[in-house]
């Protein structure tokens, strides 16, 4: 057989038993390819406009580098131990280092380049339905075209060969190093020991658990107002980020195996059957691959988590559109409220017009402020005040206050009592609690500070003795509604036109609204790019790790069949394990994002469960197709296996 | 009593044109309680008969009745039920599943049968113990030394009080003494438990231990001895002149 031969034929095999990996190749350089295109794309400036987009883009491309690398490395790896023993036999058979190294680039050229070339292909018919996807969420309205870019295509072409030629140096590497001896146990020694559960484990399965509840704990308490100075919440986070990584790790290294081994134990050696492939056997092989599963987990809970909370950002874009801006459109002086009014009347749109009188009092929150917080905020803090004719259901007596409309983000740095007295201008009022509504914009409200309601009387007597020094250049909030939304959209083209040369504090709802969208979208629509990624190609790594532990494993499948373990009883005690294998680091990476995102969802919008619920369970069915598909290679190594 | 029956087993590997035959014809039966020993050079078909005999390996034609049962009839999902109940196995490579300790080894023909829990550690008892493996329990596999793995391959081979025991090389792998120890437990088990063992040897110190020894070259039975009231030394002798007839690796070309 010539070397030629030798190479198509090992292309032939490698292409069935590697698919995933070429499939992976091919995913992760269309994925690649596409993201390059769209950041050359001209039709990208509209999209990234305002916001950073740019600067976004290029460090999303850059981590999508990092990780794609990462993987390829790794499954190179993966691969090259698998074949460990065939390249003894060549060497066995004469052929020195050198040519089993050009027999080994050559084949892996035509694997790699091939896929690049289809990844390229299929990046590129895919990248106008991307940019039409980016356009759909961020509200964008431009036309996507397709455009092929050659810029992107040498990009794509550098780094991809970059990896190429680091996947070859480490294959040198590797095959400089080991001895024809060495090349042919490579396989086995990868594996450890089967020992009893040390104590070490013991320790070190309870300190991950430990570990990991208090960083949930922390995470708790984080804007629970315990850590109020800046210091503080920075300590606190940097513990919490440590505790559970490190919780994870130790997790996987100890934890696992000493909760598996209490669960044997008290099977006092009696195992059933599905335990028996999947239990004893999760339980050795965790441990190994502790480092690997630490990462993916740490991962994959950034991307839910970051997913998550784009996501609810953008979900509830409207809702904090609402809380900053009272109402459909805000104005602070009477001119540019007239003059949009007046169009507004010419062009038949009907609307409610009202204005609400705002000044500017000092208070002394310190004996309704709960917690231990910063001085300096609590004595000379202004807040806006308005008279409880402004509101229909409010009626208050001469020395009673309430207060509205209270930004979720501050609350955690002020927190309020339910009830106490409240020191308006060094006079002292009944506080009687605080309500939901939002009565005045944002401009008023210093972008979020509650506004305290007082009675009529109070409220003239303050504007007597208003000090002008913290006065805003406004005192009256101007609101305007429209009475049929459906011509909301067409008062905001008029908004936009006629006061698009004045930058004053107007501010229209929808615009806010909008523009939160497109910044969050473009946000959500970057992570989503790199968390896909990174879940196939950790999906991939998990499901090629599962194929060589079933490769390893088929000589117990056999041992069991001849015991009289059907194929269907082996079946169910895999996917038993598959359930924990994939199962397990998904779960933990589920509720890292959760603790993570649950710690501090408020900070981006009003709306938790339907953002974070639809992006987990999204994150679960695709990642579930790698464990299905790990089942279904076991099947085909169970019926072989006899 | 005849435990198995087998008549005119044949067995063939490979293709319409490239086709090799491994058993030609072999008959055979053995009785509740003997402890038989199939010798031959290699490549003669023992490992196969014994798989085939198993019901590890499926027949290219013939019959094998086992407790009056035709195997050949039987359908995948029914051998391994036919198996589980009333088969044993012992194998060279002792074939301990590497993650499990050596209690969870024995136990496992128990559990997929389903056996009750106080009565499955009785028996773990009972046999571990008739072994000498009993305070091993909790090590795993690779703690154990060869001889230890092997008797521990024979508690799982007869917790269940099996039919049969098919044993292929058990003492392959191990030491003279370890040899001879298994040995002397299989055929104190094969007395103590009217335990019916086959079992492939081409090792005749390990066939002198059996009652009686069936001879097998190219595929058909060639002879065979039956031990009777002979001492082992004799019977080995007798083994050691039969080998030396039948011949190690000659053809009869």
Known sequence: MTSKQLLFRNLRKNLKNYSLYVFALIFSSALYFSFVTLQYDPSMDVAEGSIKGAAAIRTASILLIAIVAIFLLYANNLFIKRRSKEIGLLQLVGMNKGMILRLLSAENFMLYFGSLLIGIFIGFSFSKLIILLLFKITGVEAIATLRFSTEALLQTLIVFCMIYLLIMLINHLFIKRHTILALFRVTSSTEEQIKKVTFLEMIMGIIGLLLIVIGYFISSKLFGGDFTTMTELFLAMVIILGSVIIGTYLFYKGSIRFIFHLIRKRKNGYLKVNEVVSL??????????????????????????????????????????????????????????????ETLNENGIEFEERSIEVIQVEVDLSQISDGDIEGELVEGTVLPVVSDTAIEHIDLSSSEVILSGYNDLLQNFIRLKDAGTLELNNQKFTYLGLEDEFIVSGYYTSGGLPVAIVDEKAFTKFLTEANPDIQKPSNTFYGIDIANKNQLEKANQIFNETLATSNGPHESQLNLSNNQKTNMGFMMFVVAFLGLTFLVTSGCILYFKQTGESEEEKPNYTVLRKLGFTQNDLLKGVQQKQLFNFGIPLLLGLFHSYFAVKSGW????????????????????????????????YRKVIRDAL | MKILEASKIYKSYGNKFNKQEVLKGVDLSIHQGEFISIMGPSGSGKTTLLNVLSSIDKLSNGSILINGQEMTKLKEKQLAEFRKAHLGFIFQEYNLLDTLTVKENILLPLSISKTSRTVANHKFKEVAEELGIFELQDKYPNELSGGQKQRTSAARAFIHEPRIIFADEPTGALDSKSASDLLNKLSQLNQKRQATILMVTHDPVAASYCSRVIFIKDGQIFTQLNKGTETRQAFFKDIMRTQGVLGGVQHDQ
């Open chain 1, 602 to 633: 408020f900070l981006f919008g009003s709306e938790l469960w339907t953002p974070m619920i639809v992006v987990m369970l999204l994150y679960t069915v695709l990642y579930s197709i790698f464990g299905l598909l790990s089942v279904n290679y």
């Open chain 1, 280 to 341: 004893s056997s999760v339980m050795f092989r965790m441990k190994s691959n502790a480092l690997l599963l630490t990462i993916i987990t740490t991962i994959s809970a950034l991307a839910i988590g970051l997913l998550s909370l784009s996501y609810i950002s953008y979900y509830s874009a409207e809702q904090t559109a609402k809380d900053y801006v009272a109402a459909d459109f805000s104005f602070t002086d009477e001119a540019h409220a007239s003059t949009f009014t």
